[in-house]
């Protein structure tokens, strides 16, 4: 139903198990667990979508808006390997939701529907660091094995990630490194789901009325602050040939699985500098029309993982992952996001991200990736992994 604005989205989160789906200060967020899906083991996005139509199918409802994202909504966090990691699909019971400064309440059950108020976030604390899965130093000389892979002809491009662990002085309080994120990266899609939370700038896909777009990002460079040399940098990048080759990798994965589902695949021929406040990527966004009746989630099947996250060719690259990166990435660079009854939805991949353990939850583990391609050069990509670092760290500061 329509609501007069009860305040920012993310002041309505509680302290504990809340969702989100925020950009540019409108988007989803929600409580309470109506439903639950938790998945292991192959074609995660196919059983999910049995569960999700048979959940919806003899729901009521009442819809007086007629806003994506209104009626009842599944958000959703999948492993980025469905071999090692897993998933789950939460209903809440209370949604509240805002686009094109419309507002509206979705409740399911009994939900109680708006809190009176809710406490302000406490910070963190102080902060430790350590090492995650492979030290700096290790992780440059898995850099350089992955690129005599390259060499030898096994893969063209592979995505390694490596993680670091943060200890705060007190249970970590989801809210507040949510604020910040969407403070700090206003363009970015800040999410929160089952304890995974960041701010991705990259959409693997939209899909609304049958038209599906995806924002692909590969080839980065980091920002220093000075307006006159970013621009310089930018020009730069657009122009690199190691960068240019990386992204062309990322779109034609993601053109291509498309393709099998959507007709009039549009990608435009060059891809344009996307500034962040920390680095700026190539990016290129695809659009197409969906010819088979696909959901998200039918898209998201042949979409991940796409060459921005993983590699190229796919299974080659996953392979690799697999033998020398030694990280259990868990949902880290897997679809996050939701959907709707009719399964149209926005699911970007979890890029920029945390993930809070639940039996420590004054502890976290902070994710980043590179593409790596013949290219490639270990000092340069340990520190691009340190700048895909910041968001989540500056977050977190008091």
Not at 56 to 82: K, N, W
Not at 214 to 226: C, F
């Amino acid at each position: 139903m329509p609501i007069a604005q009860p305040g920012e989205l993310l002041e309505l989160l509680p302290e504990r198990g809340g969702l989100a789906w925020v950009t540019g200060g409108e988007g989803l967020v929600g409580w309470g667990t109506a439903a639950r899906l938790d998945l292991t083991g192959p074609d995660p996005f196919g059983r999910a979508e049995a569960w999700w139509q048979e959940l919806t199918a003899g729901v009521d409802v009442v819809d007086e808006v007629g806003l994506p994202g209104c009626g009842p909504v599944a958000f959703g966090s999948f492993a980025f390997d469905a071999e090692t990691g897993s998933s789950a699909l939460v209903v809440p019971e209370t949604v509240v939701g805002v686009h094109d400064g419309v507002w509206w309440l979705t409740t399911v059950g009994r939900s109680p529907g708006l809190p009176e108020r809710r406490d302000r976030p406490a910070a963190p604390g102080p902060l430790t660091g350590r090492d995650g899965a492979r030290t700096a130093a290790d992780w440059t000389g898995l850099v350089a094995a992955a690129v005599g892979r390259i060499a030898s002809g096994e893969v063209a491009k592979v995505v390694l990630a490596r993680d670091v662990v943060v200890e705060a002085g007190r249970p970590v309080d989801p809210r507040w490194p949510l604020r910040r994120l969407a403070g700090q990266y206003p363009s970015c899609w800040t999410f929160a789901v089952d304890g995974l939370l960041g701010a991705t700038p990259e959409m693997l896909v939209r899909l609304e009325k049958g038209v599906a777009t995806s924002r692909v990002l590969a080839g980065t460079l980091r920002r220093n602050g000075d307006p006159a040399r970013d621009r310089y940098d930018g020009t730069a990048l657009a122009g690199s040939i190691k960068d240019l080759e990386e992204h062309g990798y990322g779109v034609r994965s993601v053109a291509d699985a498309l393709a099998r589902h959507c007709r009039s695949v549009e990608v435009p021929e060059e891809p344009f500098v996307l500034a962040l406040p920390n680095v700026m990527h190539l990016a290129t966004d695809v659009s197409a029309v969906v010819a088979d009746g696909s959901t998200s989630l039918g898209l998201l099947a042949s979409l991940h993982p796409s060459a921005a996250v993983c590699g190229s060719p796919t299974g080659a690259a996953l392979r690799v992952i697999r033998e020398i990166e030694g990280l259990d990435r868990g949902r880290y660079a897997g679809p996050v996001g939701w959907m709707n009854a009719a399964g149209d939805g926005e699911w970007g991949i979890a890029l920029r991200c945390a993930q809070i353990d639940p039996d420590a939850p004054e502890r976290l583990r902070l994710f980043a990736g590179c593409g790596i391609v013949a290219g490639s050069k270990p000092a340069d990509e340990l520190a691009e992994s340190e700048a895909k670092l910041v968001p989540v760290r500056d977050a977190l500061l008091s």
